[in-house]
């Protein structure tokens, strides 16, 4: 199994990013789909999650500014991020879940700074 992530990188506060996560060796429609993030000295948090079904939830913070989507026919995992704010700076990751498997990417930095 194998999660991908790209697209991060720096980008000045009020600015957008897409990041994406190709998947492989998962039968990708039946799993959940997440992005999660970690910063210096905190702890790895869920910022966005896409269900097989369909179903999305978010992270209070990150409501109204990130959305998650997903393409089944190209197994890969979106996250589109607009107004970025400095606090947004972590490395994100992307994740897959079924059950009691779960899968990690390597991660991709995203800096948010002037």
Do not use: H
């Not at 999660?3 to 000045?12: A, P, T």
């Not at 210096?40 to 079904?53: M, N, Q, T």
């Not at 947004?88 to 002037?114: H, I, L, P």
């Amino acid at each position: 199994v194998q999660l991908v992530e790209s697209g991060g990188g720096l980008v000045q506060p009020g600015g957008s990013l897409r990041l994406s996560c190709a998947a492989s060796g998962i039968l990708f429609s039946m799993y959940g789909m997440g992005w999660y993030r970690q910063a210096p000295g905190k702890e790895r948090e869920l910022v966005a999650r896409i269900g097989s079904g369909y179903t999305i939830n978010y992270e209070d913070s990150v409501k109204g500014r990130f959305t998650i989507s997903r393409d089944n026919a190209k197994n890969r995992v979106y996250l589109q991020m607009n107004s970025l704010k400095p606090e947004d700076t972590a490395v994100y990751y992307c994740n897959a879940q079924r059950s009691v498997e779960r899968y990690w990417g390597q991660g991709t930095q995203v800096t948010v700074s002037s």
